[in-house]
């Protein structure tokens, strides 16, 4: 099956300093992932979808100024949070889909996920 | 928008079935999916219903039924391995052609012996 890889697994940062996460579809091609956010027993918050050559669509609530995404490869997307706080301490995690129609039951692929914790 | 809603937390005893009940609001509806996510890890795809009835695979099972808005997933014959979060999420019909699901809050399940 599809595998999607990301990295790095936890990072643990000062206060003011910028984390790149970084999310890669290993074996497909994919022109969308999207970025998820969890915090501790809740479920998954879409932040954005990340949108291959194009600007990302972020969702209401989400700045794009502090969570930079670029997705300049149909293989790589990444998530750089800037200017970290210990609010932003979370479980980030992409996932992306191996689409040739849309509409059907294409899965969406998870990666592993980035526990990021901020002093 | 979307609203989904399911139970916060199950339990259940080993060898037993429990339901896991989700029902959605949304303005063009185009398949629901469950997942299942262990504590720390990345969610993994159990099923897909976009049309009614019930969907079976092995010991997982899941209902949709979209006049009422609502879907279950089925766990039989529980392990404790099945101890995790399910989530249930749906894509909106305006939102087909990005593959873009709205997660529900997950239900977690405890298994006991």
């Known amino acids: 099956g599809a595998v999607v890889s990301q990295h790095p697994s936890r990072v643990i940062c000062k206060s003011g300093t910028s984390v790149k996460i970084e999310c890669r579809s290993l074996?497909?091609?994919?022109?969308?992932m999207f970025w998820y956010r969890q915090f501790p027993k809740q479920s998954l918050m879409l932040m954005a979808t990340?949108?291959?050559?194009?600007?990302?669509?972020?969702e209401q609530g989400v700045e794009k100024d502090k969570f930079l995404i670029n997705h300049a490869s149909l293989t790589l997307s990444t998530l750089t949070v800037t200017s970290a706080h210990p609010e932003d301490s979370s479980f980030y995690i992409c996932s992306a889909s191996e689409i040739s129609t849309a509409g059907g039951n294409e899965k969406l692929f998870f990666g592993s996920g980035t526990q990021l914790s901020v002093l | 928008g979307q609203n989904i809603d399911q139970p916060t937390e199950m339990t259940a005893t080993e060898g037993a079935i429990v339901q896991i009940n989700c029902t959605y609001q949304t303005s063009g509806f185009n398949g629901l999916f469950w997942y299942q996510q262990h504590a720390g890890e990345a969610p993994t795809f159990l099923s897909y219903?976009?049309?009614?009835g019930l969907e079976e695979k092995g010991r997982f099972s899941s209902f949709l039924s979209r006049s009422k808005g609502y879907s279950y997933l089925l766990l039989k014959e529980l392990q404790m391995k099945d101890s995790a979060s399910y989530l249930c999420?749906?894509?909106?019909?305006?939102?087909?052609?990005?593959?873009?699901?709205?997660f529900g809050g997950g239900t977690r399940v405890l298994v006991k012996p």
């Open positions: 990340s949108n291959e050559g194009s600007k990302a669509t972020y």
């Open positions: 074996d497909f091609q994919a022109t969308t």
């Open positions: 999420a749906v894509r909106d019909l305006s939102e087909a052609a990005g593959n873009k699901l709205t």
């Open positions: 219903n976009v049309l009614d």
